[in-house]
């Protein structure tokens, strides 16, 4: 059963959750057992079949006008579930790359049955799938492949091999250190007009603030921070931008979500983000259409 995030929210300060979790992610269970069965550490909410059909339609349908009748698909972080492999090919998408940075998804053949029924539901048709396929037959009779290296991973797919690439908060929990290298695989791996589209939230995941903009960046980077279930890059909308600018994408579509106010006193945030301004500050998240 999994716990009431909502609750907990409530009654523990944000600072609590980092102990929390330092502690929780060093206790020898597996991410199944704290992401499936407890309900801690998830990666989204992939393992629910109308919330992976709303990720993956809210991406195509920002894509679709530029994307030829097949095409193949790269999605990035697909967390719990690998919905994708079934959903995607409803749309036309021949080969299916799912890219993470260890072997999240669920493999319970349960939850890719209820997926079927409510794409069936939907009359929606284009997978293959029977109750009695274990994940690995699932893949292969989709022309799905699952891998787990991350970057690594990423940097083995052929260059211009991919039309559509898009991912879903999951951006911001890649590590500083390699999220210019993630832009730039993502725009080798793109066909030429290819496209890609990025939902990214800048909030903090200890309670949906800018509370991970207190720390320095020695503190936040270090191995007991970044491994702990709570990370994200803290990049903020502007950097992200230039980033992008960088790996020559257009930019054909950009969306700000913002707070009505910053949510915490700028004085409380370390020094290394004094130079932010307010419109950074103010920005909780942000969404890219690129093409190459």
Known sequence: MLLPRKKLK??????SKILIKIVLSRLPFSYQFWGQKIGLFQHGNMSNPEYAWNVFNLHYSRASSYLPDEFVICELGPGDSLATAMIAPCFGAIKIYLVDVDNFATKNILFYNKLADFLISKKLDGFIFTSDFS???LLKKNNACYLTNGLYSLQDIPDKSVDFV???AVLEHIRLENFFKIIKETFRIL???GIASHKIDLKDHL???LNNLRFSKQVWESKLFSSSGFYTNRLRASEI???IKQTSFEIVFQ???CWEKIPISPHKLH???SHLLECDLLTSGIEFVLRK
């Open 191 to 193: 066909k030429v007009r």
């Open 271 to 273: 020094i290394e983000f």
């Open 10 to 15: 409530r009654y523990f300060p944000w600072w």
């Open 241 to 243: 931008a230039n980033f």
């Open 255 to 257: 969306k700000e979500n």
């Open 135 to 137: 994940l690995n037959e």
């Open 166 to 168: 898009f991912s879903h």
């Open 207 to 209: 309670g949906g603030s």
